[in-house]
């Protein structure tokens, strides 16, 4: 109780003999679902390293209820840290597919925002979000570990204004389940 009522003290009344939270269901639901954004972190080159990093002593992002979950099945949040490969196409997006809703994506690093360096191979799909949709985008070429953090603090932001009236809490484009992207050249 001492925690809500530090995170928002504006929900308090007074009342004789205490006080009395008054408030909507989406703020408590968006309230727990924003400090407890748990992560299938799916590293995929050099981007993860600055990842794991975000976990270390310095930077210790699990205080901010940031804590990795190697499973689809409990993990709200898909970290896609690195290039993304055309082979590894089908995997991110049968992951993804495998998380409960609402579930969100960072892409994490120019290669998975555009193809980065590698826009031009093969073998590189031009951005996550023409297989899923993303959320967030962080840019950088590795981005550092504070820009990683500040992509999630962002993306806590985004979920203090979900609306269960709005199909549960999902974007349109989480019910749709892609941005795109049937026959494109990803
Ligand atoms: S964006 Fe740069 S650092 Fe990140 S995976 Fe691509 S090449 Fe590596």
Same mark, same amino acid.
């Given at each position: 109780m001492g925690i809500i009522l530090d995170k928002a003290p504006m929900i308090a009344r007074p009342i004789p003999g205490g006080q009395v939270l008054l408030t909507t269901a989406d703020y408590f639901i968006d309230l727990g679902r924003k400090y407890s954004v748990w992560p299938l972190t799916f590293g995929l080159a050099c981007c993860a390293i600055e990842m794991m990093v975000a976990y270390a002593?310095?930077?210790?992002?699990?205080?901010? /209820?940031?804590i990795p979950r190697p499973s689809p099945r409990q993990a709200d949040l898909l970290l896609i840290a690195g290039t993304v490969t055309k082979k590894m196409a089908g995997p991110i997006q049968e992951i993804y597919h495998q998380m409960p809703e609402p579930r969100f994506v960072i892409s994490m690093g120019s290669c998975a925002n555009? /193809? /980065?360096?590698?826009?031009?191979?093969?073998?590189?799909? @031009? /951005?996550?979000d023409r297989i899923i949709p993303v959320d967030v985008y962080i840019p950088g070429c590795p981005p550092r570990p504070e820009a990683l953090i500040y992509g999630v603090l962002e993306l806590q932001k985004k979920i203090t204004r979900? @609306?269960?009236? @709005?199909?549960?809490?999902?974007t349109h484009q989480q019910e749709k389940g892609s941005r795109d992207l049937a026959g494109s050249n990803a």
């Amino acid at each position: 109780m001492g925690i809500i009522l530090d995170k928002a003290p504006m929900i308090a009344r007074p009342i004789p003999g205490g006080q009395v939270l008054l408030t909507t269901a989406d703020y408590f639901i968006d309230l727990g679902r924003k400090y407890s954004v748990w992560p299938l972190t799916f590293g995929l080159a050099c981007c993860a390293i600055e990842m794991m990093v975000a976990y270390a002593g310095r930077f210790d992002f699990d205080r901010l /209820g940031v804590i990795p979950r190697p499973s689809p099945r409990q993990a709200d949040l898909l970290l896609i840290a690195g290039t993304v490969t055309k082979k590894m196409a089908g995997p991110i997006q049968e992951i993804y597919h495998q998380m409960p809703e609402p579930r969100f994506v960072i892409s994490m690093g120019s290669c998975a925002n555009c /193809g /980065g360096p590698y826009f031009d191979s093969y073998s590189v799909v @031009k /951005g996550v979000d023409r297989i899923i949709p993303v959320d967030v985008y962080i840019p950088g070429c590795p981005p550092r570990p504070e820009a990683l953090i500040y992509g999630v603090l962002e993306l806590q932001k985004k979920i203090t204004r979900m @609306k269960l009236a @709005k199909g549960g809490g999902a974007t349109h484009q989480q019910e749709k389940g892609s941005r795109d992207l049937a026959g494109s050249n990803a």
